[in-house]
């Protein structure tokens, strides 16, 4: 293979990555007419290997033309559905500013692919929108959605969008809990300016929000003077980034499990066991919490995801409204504690934690490093017993 690949191989080694199969699919396409020269080869045919049975399978694979077909099809349904794990799989901009309308094109693309025939492309949009579902539809994507001109002012049909108007004004009424007056001022009067491009919107330069690459909350901070409540949300929810930290929980759990001494787990038992396993920490963490009287406002069940982060205020302003033992806030209101004030994604972003938070977090980590000394202790434990 190498000697007509030219020394190029199908996979490289190196850090398993999400699109890896994607990938790996990619490089057999574009080795495509090398691989079919192999088979042909008088050398292919000496080898013990293509006489077996998984020998003879793979050299009719390579001669198949359907095989490339579908693999054609196959790279060309997924490539738009890559392009938008790759973007928020970054950290050099904020990028709920394009989740959802990259979603919404990516769905738009794959249709293409099938020609648009429903009966085709039917069962992959469902999948996409399988997993969507209570993920990337929040009320939070839409606000965001709807909130960027380059959707927005780019297809104006997204203002009459039931369905996103009504997650924008759950996004409003969460930021500005309480204030009546701001939510009519931000959704009555100054979401009408935005659409119509009135005032600084309308200004020449504003054209800006038409390329790509242009800084969303920057955007508003420029033109969005004269809708200050809406820009106020604007500005901190465009700057929102994504997180894998909840994905690396899981796999770290992943990795304790599936040893090189038990790697021959079924698929179903280990997903079991990491459930198991997973959901223990988590309930041993909130009794802990429950009996020290600490509240912790992601375990709540009044807030939603990011809800600490929406409320007027951060994290402390959230802790307030949950906890009725504490004292009320200073009339003066807290500074926006996650996200503050970004122009060009030159200044850090540091968030910030109340005293009570930051004990309640120092202790959560003891308690996972005493699990992970238990975790070692199970495994050698469970390797004495293999050895009987």
């Not at 490539?79 to 928020?88: A, G, T």
């Not at 106020?232 to 929810?237: L, Q």
């Not at 910030?352 to 992970?372: I, K």
Request: net charge negative.
């Amino acid at each position: 293979m190498r000697h007509f690949s030219s020394g190029k191989e199908i996979i490289r080694p190196g850090v398993t990555r999400f699109a890896s199969a994607y990938l790996t699919l990619e490089s057999l396409l574009d080795k495509k007419d090398q691989l079919r020269k192999m088979v042909v080869d008088s050398r292919w045919d000496k080898l013990r290997e293509v006489k077996s049975k998984k020998g003879k399978a793979a050299t009719a694979m390579m001669m198949s033309m359907a095989f490339w077909k579908d693999l054609k099809l196959c790279l060309n349904v997924f490539e738009p559905l890559v392009k938008v794990l790759r973007l928020v799989d970054g950290d050099v901009k904020p990028s709920i500013v394009f989740v959802y309308g990259e979603i919404v094109k990516a769905k738009k693309e794959i249709k293409e692919v099938y020609g648009n025939v429903e009966l085709r492309y039917k069962d992959v949009i469902n999948i996409v929108e399988k997993k969507m579902k209570d993920r990337l539809d929040s009320p939070l994507h839409l606000a965001a959605y709807l909130l960027n001109p380059y959707y927005s002012y780019a297809d104006t049909n997204i203002f009459d969008d039931g369905t996103i108007t009504e997650g924008f004004i759950s996004c409003v009424e969460t930021f500005y809990y309480g204030d009546d007056d701001k939510q009519d001022q931000a959704v009555n009067f100054e979401l009408k300016k935005f659409q119509n491009r009135e005032g600084s919107f309308a200004k020449k330069l504003a054209r800006t929000c038409q390329n790509f690459d242009y800084n969303a909350a920057s955007w508003w901070r420029l033109y969005g003077t004269e809708a200050p409540a809406l820009q106020r949300m604007a500005v901190r929810i465009l700057s929102l980034t994504s997180s894998s930290s909840v994905c690396e929980r899981n796999w770290s759990t992943f990795e304790n499990i599936h040893t090189k001494k038990r790697n021959r787990l079924t698929t179903e038992r280990l997903n079991s066991l990491v459930f198991i396993q997973f959901n223990s920490r988590m309930m041993a963490k909130k009794q802990m919490i429950k009996e020290k009287k600490i509240t912790d406002v992601l375990l709540s069940a009044e807030t939603t995801e990011a809800q600490g982060f929406l409320f007027e205020g951060g994290d402390d302003y959230a802790e307030v409204v949950y906890r009725d033992d504490e004292e009320e806030m200073d009339s003066t209101g807290m500074p926006g504690s996650a996200i503050g004030e970004t122009m060009g994604g030159d200044e850090l972003l540091e968030p910030r934690r109340s005293a009570r938070l930051r004990q309640l977090y120092e202790e959560e980590e003891e308690f996972d490093s005493e699990e992970e000394e238990f975790d070692d202790e199970e495994e050698i434990h469970s390797e004495d017993e293999n050895e009987y």
